[in-house]
């Protein structure tokens, strides 16, 4: 699937200049797509894929929206897929976090998702053809942590959006579906913020993954190029974890076995 089926087709991916993005549109390119990214920045990783065409601005900002749709549609011909991965996500508690800054994670992540999924589906609905949404959300949607409330709650929008545009886009064949990453190191990938995390949290975030490995980003790329490809033809409204297990449950609380022949109440 990830070498074939896609020559022809068209995928818009936001966020697409670094990380789970870059590896994203890369993997597209590679089965044959062509690709418009719409980023903040063209960081030339691309400049020698004739197909990946780099849109720079901001998608939290009016307008953005039809001009990548419309970008696309001028370059390649209309866009069959949209992988929504731009993201803004600055930590703070509520005690520390700046109004300005909370509001604007709720700009990229959940108005720009959204202006970006309208623009799409308005798109397919006027040239009649079905296609596929994806957005990339969190582990942290479900399993939040101090001092990550817009981040985590924005994604926790994105998932609801998500299922209802799933419901809405349906009569119309666009299938809407989400990736949910778990602990992911981009540090290959990415230009941007390369030390945002220290080793010693590294450390203890791999510990909490059961398979016992960060994921790569082109592991997202998999499951977002499955998602968008005919063997999912008939899922739509799903969150997708890739996550290695770290949500399975507390895997932190290893197994407590009592001697044999106990029992144990309570």
Not at 42 to 52: E, I, K, L, R, S
Not at 100 to 125: D, I, W
Not at 230 to 244: F, K, M, Q, R
Request: glycine residues 12%; negative net charge; charged residues 20%.
């Amino acid at each position: 699937m990830q070498s074939k089926g896609f020559e022809g087709r068209v995928a818009v991916v936001t966020g697409g200049s670094n990380g789970l993005g870059r590896a994203t549109a890369q993997r597209f390119a590679e089965a044959g797509a062509s690709v418009l990214i719409c980023d903040l920045v063209d960081t030339g990783y691309f400049a020698d894929y004739p197909q990946v065409v780099t849109l720079v601005a901001d998608i939290a900002d009016p307008g953005t929206a039809d001009a990548a749709i419309s970008a696309a549609l001028q370059h390649f011909g209309p866009a069959d897929f949209l992988v929504n991965d731009a993201a803004a996500y600055p930590d703070g508690t509520l005690l520390e976090m700046p109004g300005s800054a909370f509001e604007r994670v709720f700009a990229v992540n959940v108005t720009g998702t959204f202006l970006m999924t309208q623009a799409f589906a308005r798109q397919c609905v006027a040239h009649g053809t079905a296609g596929a949404i994806v957005s990339i959300s969190t582990g942290s949607a479900r399993h939040p942590r101090p001092g990550g409330a817009a981040y985590a709650a924005s994604k926790s929008a994105v998932e609801t959006m998500s299922k209802v545009f799933a419901m809405e886009l349906g009569s119309h064949g666009i299938r809407v579906n989400v990736v949910s990453p778990g602990y992911i190191d981009v540090r290959e990938w990415s230009s941007a913020f390369p030390d945002r995390a220290p080793d010693e949290l590294r450390a203890r975030l791999v510990e909490s993954i059961p398979l016992g490995r960060a994921g790569d980003p082109r592991d997202i790329a998999s499951a977002v190029l499955f998602l968008c490809s005919d063997e999912a033809s008939h899922v739509t409204g799903t969150v997708l974890e890739v996550d290695g297990g770290s949500n399975a449950g507390r895997y932190g609380l290893r197994a407590h076995a009592t001697p044999a022949g106990n029992s144990v109440r309570g």
